[in-house]
């Protein structure tokens, strides 16, 4: 259970991995598009504050979360110098069991990309009750998950690179 009173956006610098040489990809959902925007807000500044170049972030948008799984599969394919993929979208609970076939569908979609290729796939997606919930997570009151979730794709990144053989 994650900590309410936890800042999403506080990070150690010193603690993470120089980003310069590393490639990264960030998939972003249009659906919720003002806490989408957000979070890619999050992720990129925390990737540029951490080295990464800006010729070196390639960004595609998709319809909706449900469609990230196809989207950063797209990328693993396209673009196989890669060393990160971040996955960002924002599913709200609403009155129908949509919103529950839709988070399992994406956690388990992305779990696979994660299993059945090289490039590391990073979980960005909100899956909030509220709106207030999903503004609170994307650069209001707890932080951004998108930084977040930038220092998880660089760490994966080095992890990635230390593991080759």
């Known amino acids: 259970m ?33 806490i989408t925007e957000g979070l890619f807000q999050g992720a990129f500044d925390a990737l540029l504050d951490c080295g990464a170049l800006k010729d070196n972030i390639v960004r595609w948008n998709v319809p909706g979360s449900f469609e990230l799984i196809y989207g950063c599969k797209k990328m693993q394919q396209a673009y196989d110098m890669l060393d990160a993929i971040i996955a960002i979208g924002s599913v709200i609970q609403g009155e129908t069991k949509h919103f529950d076939f839709v988070c399992d569908g994406v956690t388990q979609g992305i779990k696979d990309l994660n299993i059945q290729h090289d490039i590391p796939v990073i979980f960005c997606v909100l899956t909030d009750n509220t709106i207030q919930q999903s503004i609170d997570r994307s650069g209001g009151k707890h932080g951004n998950k998108g930084t977040e979730a930038a220092i998880a794709a660089i760490k994966m990144a080095q992890l990635r690179k230390d593991a080759k053989f």
């Open 2 to 34: 994650a900590t309410e009173n936890k800042n999403l956006s506080e990070y150690d610098k010193s603690t993470i991995p120089d980003a310069k040489n590393f490639r990264f990809g960030i998939v972003v959902s249009e659906w919720n598009d003002t």
